[in-house]
């Protein structure tokens, strides 16, 4: 029986600990550095503050220029194309690095093929997860789509200087497609808007009594690190030695997507992966091996169902969902983006003691051809600790 319908005593309750939420814009050191290789840095300087940066928001405005100008060829910018703009995305408390996403455009894009549910994908046209054929362009991206400590961090930074610094690319052509013999991306604004939390009286002694107490506040969250390999060897197989880990950056997750070819290239889509004819793939973590069973995959003859179930399974383990909605059917899957999702949150004492060796074992039907890259997305847990009062920051896993 539902106890709620029996509990007619009960008096309605008001959330009102917040008494404002509202967006405040940050802007550049300086608006003139803003082209290919360059360093943008935001920050946040005033630190009287209490914000909410996992709702924090990169504004990003410009427009796609094509050479010569009388060059009258289309021009796509790909799904999520302006996150391939740039080479580095990091997030640093009281100059301190928090969390850092390198080659953001395959990482967030990796990142958004498991995480994001199809019901909601219409949702991040506005961020860029659709192709865009004009030639301006006006998007708001949430950071949590980028960086695991936006997505999992949901708390206040109170009395800290934030910063957000991006690295221009030096090159737009992932960016984009086209027939075109040249185009490259100008951007002409770039903000980041956070929001400004104002929270009512004995929400704000509560606050003021955990600074006191000079007690320090803890950051957890998964971060998403990339490592690629741009040229693989001409051969059907390969053992790849990914990092050498610390036990306590032990991997949680392992995303593993080929490539071939897309790289620099204006007439190709560098938001698609390729299956590049693979035939089996193990990760291994010191002596253990995921997944336990060898994959048997065959793309051609569409054998590959196990391989989708472990992408769609990917958020009921992630997110503790009963149900995940992966974004991809099936067949989307096998033509868009065919990548290997490992599941490796579970594991042994020996795993979780030690230092860990990431090694990828994968084979392929038939050597793979020139210009093939690897790329292994990890997921690990991260944890810091920082004093709002002496703004001394602590990376404690």
């Given at each position: 029986?539902?106890?709620?319908?029996?509990?007619?005593?009960?008096?309605?309750?008001?959330?009102?600990?917040?008494?404002?939420?509202?967006?405040?814009?940050?802007?550049?050191?300086?608006?003139?550095?803003?082209?290919?290789?360059?360093?943008?840095?935001?920050?946040?300087?005033?630190?009287?503050?209490?914000?909410?940066?996992?709702?924090?928001?990169?504004?990003?405005?410009?427009?796609?220029?094509?050479?010569?100008?009388t060059?009258?060829?289309?021009?796509?910018?790909?799904?999520?194309?302006?996150?391939?703009?740039?080479?580095?995305?990091?997030?640093?408390?009281?100059?301190?690095?928090?969390?850092?996403?390198?080659?953001?455009?395959?990482?967030?894009?990796?990142?958004?093929?498991?995480?994001?549910?199809?019901?909601?994908?219409?949702?991040?046209?506005?961020?860029?997860?659709?192709?865009?054929?004009?030639?301006?362009?006006?998007?708001?991206?949430?950071?949590?789509?980028?960086?695991?400590?936006?997505?999992?961090?949901?708390?206040?930074?109170?009395?800290?200087?934030?910063?957000?610094?991006?690295?221009?690319?030096?090159?737009?052509?992932?960016?984009?497609?086209?027939n075109?013999?040249?185009a490259?991306?100008?951007?002409?604004?770039?903000?980041?808007?956070?929001?400004?939390?104002?929270?009512?009286?004995?929400?704000r002694?509560?606050?003021?009594?955990?600074?006191?107490?000079?007690?320090?506040?803890?950051?957890?969250?998964?971060?998403?690190?990339l490592?690629?390999?741009?040229?693989?060897?001409r051969?059907?197989?390969?053992?790849?030695?990914?990092?050498?880990?610390?036990?306590?950056?032990?991997?949680?997750?392992?995303?593993?997507?080929?490539?071939?070819?897309?790289?620099?290239?204006?007439?190709?889509?560098?938001?698609?992966?390729?299956?590049?004819?693979?035939?089996?793939?193990?990760?291994?973590l010191?002596?253990?091996?995921?997944?336990?069973?060898?994959?048997?995959?065959d793309?051609?003859?569409?054998?590959?169902?196990?391989?989708?179930?472990?992408?769609?399974?990917?958020?009921?383990?992630?997110?503790?969902?009963?149900?995940?909605?992966?974004?991809?059917?099936?067949?989307?899957?096998?033509?868009?983006?065919?990548?290997?999702?490992?599941?490796?949150?579970?594991?042994?004492?020996?795993?979780?003691?030690?230092?860990?060796?990431?090694?990828?074992?994968?084979?392929t039907?038939?050597?793979?051809?020139?210009?093939?890259?690897?790329?292994?997305?990890?997921?690990?847990?991260?944890?810091?600790?920082?004093?709002?009062?002496?703004?001394?920051?602590?990376?404690?896993?």
């Amino acid at each position: 029986m539902d106890v709620d319908v029996l509990d007619i005593t009960r008096r309605v309750e008001f959330d009102d600990r917040i008494t404002r939420y509202e967006f405040h814009t940050y802007q550049p050191f300086s608006s003139n550095s803003l082209t290919n290789n360059d360093e943008i840095r935001i920050a946040i300087q005033h630190q009287d503050l209490y914000t909410l940066p996992s709702e924090s928001l990169l504004c990003l405005q410009g427009s796609v220029v094509v050479t010569p100008a009388t060059d009258t060829s289309d021009v796509t910018i790909v799904t999520n194309g302006l996150m391939f703009l740039f080479d580095e995305i990091r997030y640093e408390l009281n100059s301190v690095e928090i969390d850092r996403v390198r080659q953001p455009g395959v990482a967030s894009t990796l990142k958004g093929y498991v995480t994001m549910q199809k019901t909601v994908h219409g949702r991040y046209a506005n961020a860029g997860w659709s192709a865009n054929t004009t030639k301006k362009f006006d998007v708001v991206i949430p950071l949590r789509l980028i960086l695991g400590f936006c997505e999992d961090h949901r708390k206040l930074i109170i009395n800290a200087r934030q910063e957000l610094v991006l690295h221009r690319a030096s090159t737009d052509s992932d960016a984009l497609t086209t027939n075109a013999a040249a185009a490259s991306v100008v951007l002409d604004h770039v903000t980041w808007r956070v929001p400004h939390v104002n929270v009512n009286d004995s929400v704000r002694l509560q606050l003021l009594k955990a600074l006191d107490a000079k007690k320090p506040l803890s950051i957890a969250f998964r971060s998403w690190e990339l490592f690629s390999y741009p040229s693989l060897p001409r051969s059907n197989k390969h053992s790849w030695a990914v990092k050498t880990s610390t036990h306590t950056e032990k991997p949680r997750y392992v995303i593993v997507a080929l490539q071939t070819d897309r790289k620099n290239k204006l007439a190709t889509n560098s938001s698609q992966f390729d299956g590049c004819g693979l035939t089996t793939l193990k990760v291994y973590l010191n002596s253990e091996s995921y997944p336990y069973d060898t994959l048997k995959i065959d793309y051609a003859g569409d054998k590959f169902s196990f391989l989708y179930n472990m992408y769609a399974s990917f958020q009921e383990s992630y997110y503790g969902v009963p149900v995940g909605e992966p974004l991809f059917t099936a067949a989307e899957f096998k033509s868009t983006s065919p990548i290997v999702v490992v599941d490796c949150s579970k594991q042994n004492d020996f795993v979780k003691n030690a230092p860990i060796d990431l090694r990828i074992n994968f084979e392929t039907a038939s050597n793979v051809a020139d210009n093939t890259a690897a790329y292994c997305l990890i997921v690990h847990d991260k944890i810091f600790e920082y004093n709002a009062l002496t703004s001394e920051v602590h990376k404690i896993l």
